[in-house]
């Protein structure tokens, strides 16, 4: 089983960019999809994107299209996530997860992410 590390959260100012990485660990990362979740205190963590093992499907949701982009390399075991024109609204705490991989199904379902990372803060100051 894939565990994973996030990296990159930090302090920003509003309108700048932040890159996050998520490292897998084990030769089985290719088996999964991945998303990135985010967190903000008092509210329900939030699927933001997603993207498939071969990294060919990816998942934006309404609240980031446009701002942010995914992407992945298996060779590396890494998932990224860029993060342009931040918003306060985008502080969080972001979390990257993983689901089994599917040939029949994108994007998966929220349940279906199983592993997860740490956790890194994204903080956007106005």
């Known amino acids: 089983q894939v565990q994973l590390v996030e990296s990159g959260g930090g302090l920003v100012q509003a309108g700048g960019s932040l890159r996050l990485s998520c490292a897998g660990s084990?030769?089985?990362?290719?088996?999964?999809?991945m998303g990135w979740f985010r967190q903000a205190p008092g509210k329900e963590r939030e699927l933001l994107v997603g993207?498939?093992?071969?990294?060919?499907?990816?998942y934006y949701g309404d609240s980031v299209k446009g701002r942010f982009t995914i992407s992945r390399d298996n060779a590396k075991n890494t998932v990224s996530l860029q993060m342009n024109s931040l918003k306060p609204e985008d502080t969080a705490a972001y979390y990257c997860?993983?689901?089994?991989?599917?040939?029949?199904?994108?994007?998966?379902?929220?349940?279906?992410?199983?592993?997860w990372g740490q956790g890194t803060q994204v903080t956007v100051s106005s």
């Open positions: 084990g030769r089985t990362f290719s088996s999964y999809d």
């Open positions: 997860a993983a689901a089994p991989r599917s040939f029949t199904r994108w994007p998966p379902r929220i349940h279906e992410y199983t592993i």
């Open positions: 993207i498939s093992w071969s990294g060919s499907n990816t």
